[in-house]
Nanobody, 115 residues
Framework: VQLQASGGGLVQAGGSLRLSCTTS????????FGWFRRAPGKEREGVSC????????FHADSVKGRFTISRDNVRNTVYLQMNDLKPEDTAVYYC?????????WGQGTLVTVSS
């Protein structure tokens, strides 16, 4: 099982980025996925998650209305569309799934939002 996050970068406040989490090694469509982030000096927090049902999503209050999680069951990829980015969104973002009771994490991708 492998997850690889990408798409981070430097963006100005108000800008947008789309993160991707490509996966392999398991039946992608059957599993839930989540995006988490760790900001400098802070603990890791959950951002968004979704089940195999495209309509079953959750977004933390801090990103609700700005971030959207989605998945492509053909490309075995999970996305996080981030709009209206704010400096407080600066963090390393990770994707995660649970497979056979074990957590699997992508390596993280850095998002930096300048004011």
């Amino acid at each position: 099982v492998q997850l690889q996050a990408s798409g981070g970068g430097l963006v100005q406040a108000g800008g947008s980025l789309r993160l991707s989490c490509t996966t392999s090694g398991f039946t992608f469509r059957d599993y839930r996925f989540g995006w988490f982030r760790r900001a400098p000096g802070k603990e890791r927090e959950g951002v968004s998650c979704m089940s195999g049902n495209p309509g079953d999503t959750f977004h933390a209050d801090s990103v609700k209305g700005r971030f959207t999680i989605s998945r492509d069951n053909v490309r075995n990829t999970v996305y996080l569309q981030m709009n209206d980015l704010k400096p407080e969104d600066t963090a390393v973002y990770y994707c995660k799934t649970v497979y056979k009771y074990r957590d699997y994490w992508g390596q993280g991708t850095l998002v930096t939002v300048s004011s």
